[in-house]
Nanobody, 120 residues
């Protein structure tokens, strides 16, 4: 079984930065893309951005463009990062890493999430 493991969450003041990491655990898998989502208490899960594994191109939600960056460590270890700058209190949420395997029509591998709290 494959699972993703997120880390790097914590408490930061508004305007500060955090870098989240995500690495698969378990058996190896071929994935088309890896993404970050977030969910604040009482709110719907929200797309943050994703990275296409082939080529490394990225796309982001409008709300985070210019502030958040998704990158990968290396093709070999499948590790990705979410660099978050100029964080806002309303971005307090649990951040989840998800992956879409080759041929899948939806994000089908996910982790337990990591809490990010932005104080005002």
């Amino acid at each position: 079984q494959v699972q993703l493991v997120e880390s790097g969450g914590g408490l930061v003041q508004a305007g500060g930065s955090l870098r989240l990491s995500c690495v698969p655990s378990g058996r190896a898998f071929s994935h088309y893309a890896m993404a970050w989502f977030r969910q604040a208490p009482g709110k719907e899960r929200e797309f943050v951005g994703f990275l296409r594994w082939s080529g490394g191109s990225t796309e982001y939600a409008d709300s985070v463009k210019g502030r958040f960056t998704i990158s990968r460590d290396s093709i070999k270890n499948n590790k990705i990062y979410l660099q978050m700058n100029n964080l806002r209190p309303e971005e307090t949420a649990v951040y989840y890493c998800e992956a879409k395997t080759v041929g899948a029509t939806s994000w089908n591998i996910w982790g337990q999430g990591t809490q990010v709290t932005v104080s005002s």
